[in-house]
T-cell receptor, first 111, second 114 residues
Framework: GESVGLHLPTLSVQEGDNSIINCAYSNSASDYFIWYKQESGKGPQFIIDIRSNMDKRQGQRVTVLLNKTVKHLSLQIAATQPGDSAVYFCAERRAGNQFYFGTGTSLTVIP | NAGVTQTPKFQVLKTGQSMTLQCAQDMNHNSMYWYRQDPGMGLRLIYYSASEGTTDKGEVPNGYNVSRLNKREFSLRLESAAPSQTSVYFC?????????????FGNGTRLTVT
C-alpha cells in the first residue's frame, strides 16, 4: 500500500505486505531528514534518517528514499506487521537546529 | 537509561494560571527542544536550545518562555495560560549542537486549559 501524505493521511495494508509512506517537503535548502513513528499516547520514536548527499538508506525492514529534484521523501516498510500500526511523521531540518514536521500518515495493518 | 523524562504527564489549568513543564535528559545531549502537537497540525517548534546557555525561538513562541537550567534540563513556562495553549507538549534532545543528529522525544505532557 502507498500514501501520499497530506492528500491521503491514512493507509491500510494487509499484514505481510510492503508499505510506502510518502512525504513532500517544502524547503530546497533542507539537508537532513528523519522519519518518526508515533504510537498512541507516546512520543515520536526515531526510525531512520538520511542526509541530502544520499538518495537511499536502509535499516532493519525500513528503507528511506530521497528525491531532491521533486522534494520528496518516502519510507518503505517491508513485510508490515501489526506492531507497525502507528502514525508516521517525516521531519526536515531547514536551518540551524530547526526541524519541521509533516502532519503525519496513519498506518493501519490488517491481520 | 530513562532517555527524556517529562513532568507532569497531565495537567489542567484555568485561564490565566501559570505553570512550568519540566524536561530532563540523561543522554548527555547538547541540544534540547520544546514542541507542541495539536490534532491535524503535526509537531510545531516552540523554542529550542542548541547548547547550554543558549535559547532561540521556534515557529510558535508567543505565550511561552524557556530556561536551559543546565545541560540536562530544559523547562517551558506558561505565564498566563490560554485555552489556545491546550495541547500535548513534547520535549526532545539531540546529541549535537549543529542540528545534524536525530531528536529523541519524551512521552509528552497533556495540558488542558479551561
Amino acid at each position: 500500500g502507498e500514501s501520499v501524505g497530506l492528500h491521503l493521511p491514512t493507509l491500510s495494508v494487509q499484514e505481510g505486505d510492503n508499505s510506502i509512506i510518502n512525504c513532500a517537503y517544502s524547503n530546497s535548502a533542507s539537508d537532513y531528514f528523519i522519519w518518526y513513528k508515533q504510537e498512541s499516547g507516546k512520543g515520536p520514536q526515531f526510525i531512520i534518517d538520511i542526509r541530502s548527499n544520499m538518495d537511499k538508506r536502509q535499516g532493519q525492514r525500513v528503507t528511506v528514499l530521497l528525491n531532491k529534484t521533486v522534494k520528496h521523501l518516502s519510507l518503505q516498510i517491508a513485510a508490515t506487521q501489526p506492531g507497525d500500526s502507528a502514525v508516521y511523521f517525516c521531519a526536515e531540518r531547514r536551518a540551524g537546529n530547526q526541524f519541521y514536521f509533516g502532519t503525519g500518515t496513519s498506518l493501519t495493518v490488517i491481520p | 537509561n530513562a532517555g527524556v523524562t517529562q513532568t507532569p504527564k497531565f495537567q489542567v489549568l484555568k485561564t490565566g494560571q501559570s505553570m512550568t513543564l519540566q524536561c530532563a535528559q540523561d543522554m548527555n545531549h547538547n541540544s534540547m527542544y520544546w514542541y507542541r502537537q495539536d490534532p491535524g497540525m503535526g509537531l510545531r517548534l516552540i523554542y529550542y536550545s542548541a547548547s547550554e546557555g543558549t535559547t532561540d525561538k521556534g515557529e510558535v513562541p508567543n505565550g511561552y518562555n524557556v530556561s536551559r537550567l543546565n545541560k540536562r534540563e530544559f523547562s517551558l513556562r506558561l505565564e498566563s495560560a490560554a485555552p489556545s495553549q491546550t495541547s500535548v507538549y513534547f520535549c526532545a534532545s539531540s546529541e549535537t549542537s549543529q542540528g545534524n543528529s536525530p531528536l529523541h522525544f519524551g512521552n509528552g505532557t497533556r495540558l488542558t486549559v479551561t
